[in-house]
């Protein structure tokens, strides 16, 4: 009979439950559990760069393809939210994109009262997350398990073109967005290493493969936490729809790290939460938190496509049998296009000059895209991508039913204040400045989408409403807090507020969302926290200089 007792449970092996289960069990007097509700994820489309198309636009053993509800600000449309499924989570079908955000996002958290969450005391567990390619300095760590490295292709002339028409239009040049200035037109840094993803799973898990005190049951889906005693005590858990619920036993803590829409769901499902909501749901309440799944922020994105005379883009090379080649090409010898994520230039800018930040982020595609690649594109062309990062609007992750085998429900409430309307509405204007500059001439590059016709701000604003969508950054639905706050769910060291034994460890305890993409500050999260747990004592703050 397989043992039922550990001392932690890790609910969700993606960003932050890889680095935790690797991390607790570097103590080999430390038995850890780890459950995962998808499979290992060792199809080549996860470890071949260019597999993101794929995987993000379809429901699959890799993704939960998740709907929202209606969208009461975007002409009442259900969004698409794809969500990783297996070993690596999110990691493991992302962009690939390793952005931490802008220092003063963490400031900004240790001016709410959380100790311990400014730049300079979350830089070193950045740091010590990190492999950096080009070696350490003040920003970069070196000889940590995420390689992290510069694309491969960023001498192409549509990616130089980017940066060139950037300065054109007035912006500046940054060298590194994860550096002394977020601000400008750069290249993106990568999960990426010799032509492979690296996800969480493959930077923390895979170095430890069969490490004996590390227990990793795949296709595993929690029911609930036991709480006992206001103790979080152990997990149900099932193998499968319509099996039978097993139980384990956690001797010291229990971990929730399934991301922003299923953690709430879990706590709920357990009677944390809303007790009006969850006696509606038949569920009985255990603990009164009323700010489970509230909160919720993520990143609004809309895309715009042009054409190009010139057959130079991911286009010319996948399009008919070339497809097929491209992913023969990277099984048999590792070469080729599918080394690529096909994002690797882009920009952080300022809706506003008097912002004390960047409140756009730019991703530069070498390829048309529209609804999440959902859509094969039929001519060469790219993709600038404007997303607002500092959303005003708030939405919720709730239940539909107590069975744990049901998607929650979601409801993200984009563009609900006029401030978030106006920034994307000026983020369009800005890119469209951008690629009317000479860099971009030579290309013959023509606007398909919205096209030109859309200028003044009520078509603009009708086709944000119309087109807009995730850019896969939800955060915030068990925000950490301060303990007399009703609407916090755990502490600032991720514990759940009024009870022992459990925390929530991923991108749902972020209270304000960052500016920029969140794989990377979830698993620095983790990363924090694991020493939390463990009683270490927190790494020392490095202070640096960063742009005004």
Same mark, same amino acid.
């Given at each position: 009979?397989?043992?039922?007792?550990?001392?932690?449970? @890790?609910?969700?092996?993606?960003?932050?439950?890889?680095?935790?289960?690797?991390?607790?069990?570097?103590?080999?007097?430390?038995?850890?559990?780890?459950?995962?509700?998808?499979?290992?994820?060792?199809?080549?489309?996860?470890?071949?760069?260019?597999?993101?198309?794929?995987?993000?636009?379809?429901?699959?053993?890799?993704?939960?393809?998740?709907?929202?509800?209606?969208?009461?600000?975007?002409?009442?449309?259900?969004?698409?939210?794809?969500?990783?499924?297996?070993?690596?989570?999110?990691?493991?079908?992302?962009?690939?994109?390793?952005?931490?955000?802008?220092?003063?996002?963490?400031?900004?958290?240790?001016?709410?009262?959380?100790?311990?969450?400014?730049?300079?005391?979350?830089?070193?567990?950045?740091?010590?997350?990190?492999?950096?390619?080009?070696?350490?300095? &003040?920003?970069?760590?070196?000889?940590?398990?995420?390689?992290?490295?510069?694309?491969?292709?960023?001498?192409?002339?549509?990616?130089?073109?980017?940066?060139?028409?950037?300065?054109?239009?007035?912006?500046?040049?940054?060298?590194?967005?994860?550096?002394?200035?977020?601000?400008?037109?750069? /290249?993106? +840094?990568?999960?990426?290493?010799?032509?492979?993803?690296?996800?969480?799973?493959?930077?923390?898990?895979?170095?430890?493969?069969?490490?004996?005190?590390?227990?990793?049951?795949?296709?595993?889906?929690?029911? /609930?936490?036991?709480?006992?005693?206001?103790?979080?005590?152990?997990?149900?858990?099932?193998?499968?729809?319509?099996?039978?619920?097993?139980?384990?036993?956690?001797?010291?803590?229990?971990?929730?790290?399934?991301?922003?829409? +299923?953690?709430?769901?879990?706590?709920?499902?357990?009677?944390?939460?809303?007790?009006?909501?969850?006696?509606?749901?038949?569920?009985?309440?255990?603990?009164?938190?009323?700010?489970?799944?509230?909160?919720?922020?993520?990143?609004?994105?809309?895309?715009?496509?042009?054409?190009?005379?010139?057959?130079?883009?991911?286009?010319?090379?996948?399009?008919?049998?070339?497809?097929?080649?491209?992913?023969?090409?990277?099984?048999?010898?590792?070469?080729?296009?599918?080394?690529?994520?096909?994002?690797?230039?882009?920009?952080?800018?300022?809706?506003?000059?008097?912002?004390?930040?960047?409140?756009?982020?730019?991703?530069?595609?070498?390829?048309?895209?529209?609804?999440?690649?959902?859509?094969?594109?039929?001519?060469?062309?790219?993709?600038?991508?404007?997303?607002?990062?500092?959303?005003?609007?708030?939405?919720?992750?709730?239940?539909?039913?107590?069975?744990?085998?049901?998607?929650?429900?979601?409801?993200?409430?984009?563009?609900?204040?006029?401030?978030?309307?106006?920034?994307?509405?000026?983020?369009?204007?800005?890119?469209?400045?951008?690629?009317?500059?000479?860099?971009?001439?030579?290309?013959?590059?023509?606007?398909?989408?919205?096209?030109?016709? @859309?200028?003044?701000?009520?078509?603009?604003?009708?086709?944000?409403?119309?087109?807009?969508?995730?850019?896969?950054?939800?955060?915030?639905?068990?925000?950490?807090?301060?303990?007399?706050?009703?609407?916090?769910?755990?502490?600032?060291?991720?514990?759940?507020?009024?009870?022992?034994?459990?925390?929530?460890?991923?991108?749902?305890?972020?209270?304000?969302?960052?500016?920029?993409?969140?794989?990377?500050?979830?698993?620095?999260?983790?990363?924090?926290?694991?020493?939390?747990?463990?009683? /270490?004592?927190?790494?020392? &703050?490095?202070?640096?200089?960063?742009?005004?």
């Amino acid at each position: 009979m397989p043992d039922t007792r550990f001392d932690y449970i @890790v609910i969700g092996a993606g960003s932050a439950g890889s680095v935790l289960a690797a991390r607790l069990s570097d103590n080999p007097a430390t038995r850890v559990l780890l459950v995962e509700a998808g499979g290992r994820n060792t199809s080549m489309l996860v470890r071949m760069p260019a597999g993101v198309g794929t995987l993000i636009k379809q429901k699959s053993r890799h993704n939960w393809g998740f709907w929202t509800q209606p969208e009461p600000h975007m002409d009442g449309r259900r969004l698409w939210q794809p969500r990783g499924k297996g070993l690596g989570g999110s990691s493991a079908i992302n962009g690939m994109v390793y952005i931490r955000g802008h220092p003063r996002d963490y400031d900004q958290w240790r001016q709410m009262g959380l100790d311990g969450w400014s730049y300079a005391e979350t830089l070193p567990y950045f740091k010590r997350a990190e492999n950096f390619a080009d070696g350490p300095s &003040p920003f970069h760590g070196a000889g940590g398990p995420l390689s992290v490295t510069w694309g491969e292709r960023t001498d192409h002339p549509l990616y130089r073109a980017s940066l060139e028409a950037g300065q054109q239009a007035g912006h500046r040049l940054t060298e590194d967005f994860n550096g002394f200035d977020q601000e400008g037109f750069g /290249r993106y +840094q990568l999960t990426i290493a010799d032509g492979q993803r690296q996800s969480a799973a493959r930077a923390y898990l895979a170095p430890i493969a069969g490490r004996a005190n590390l227990t990793i049951v795949t296709g595993a889906r929690t029911h /609930r936490v036991i709480i006992e005693g206001g103790r979080a005590t152990g997990i149900e858990y099932s193998l499968g729809q319509g099996k039978p619920a097993a139980v384990a036993h956690a001797g010291r803590e229990v971990l929730v790290c399934a991301g922003a829409f +299923q953690s709430p769901q879990i706590l709920m499902l357990s009677g944390i939460g809303d007790p009006d909501a969850l006696t509606a749901q038949g569920i009985a309440p255990v603990h009164p938190r009323p700010g489970v799944g509230g909160n919720l922020q993520d990143h609004l994105d809309v895309s715009l496509n042009w054409t190009v005379s010139q057959p130079i883009t991911l286009y010319h090379e996948t399009k008919g049998l070339k497809q097929l080649k491209v992913g023969l090409q990277y099984l048999l010898t590792g070469t080729g296009p599918g080394r690529q994520n096909g994002l690797e230039t882009g920009a952080f800018l300022k809706s506003r000059v008097d912002l004390d930040r960047p409140d756009l982020q730019i991703h530069f595609v070498l390829a048309i895209m529209q609804d999440h690649a959902k859509v094969r594109p039929t001519q060469d062309g790219f993709t600038m991508h404007v997303c607002q990062l500092r959303p005003e609007s708030r939405g919720r992750v709730s239940l539909v039913s107590a069975d744990p085998y049901a998607d929650p429900a979601i409801v993200m409430n984009f563009l609900s204040t006029e401030e978030d309307r106006r920034a994307v509405r000026e983020g369009v204007r800005m890119v469209r400045d951008v690629v009317a500059q000479p860099a971009f001439a030579a290309f013959g590059a023509k606007e398909i989408m919205p096209g030109p016709a @859309v200028a003044d701000d009520a078509a603009i604003d009708a086709f944000v409403r119309a087109r807009g969508e995730t850019i896969y950054h939800p955060v915030g639905t068990c925000r950490m807090g301060q303990a007399d706050d009703p609407l916090a769910v755990v502490d600032k060291d991720c514990r759940v507020i009024g009870l022992q034994g459990l925390r929530v460890v991923d991108a749902s305890v972020i209270p304000t969302l960052i500016g920029g993409n969140t794989n990377a500050p979830t698993i620095m999260i983790a990363e924090k926290i694991a020493d939390a747990i463990m009683g /270490r004592v927190p790494l020392p &703050p490095e202070e640096v200089t960063v742009a005004a």
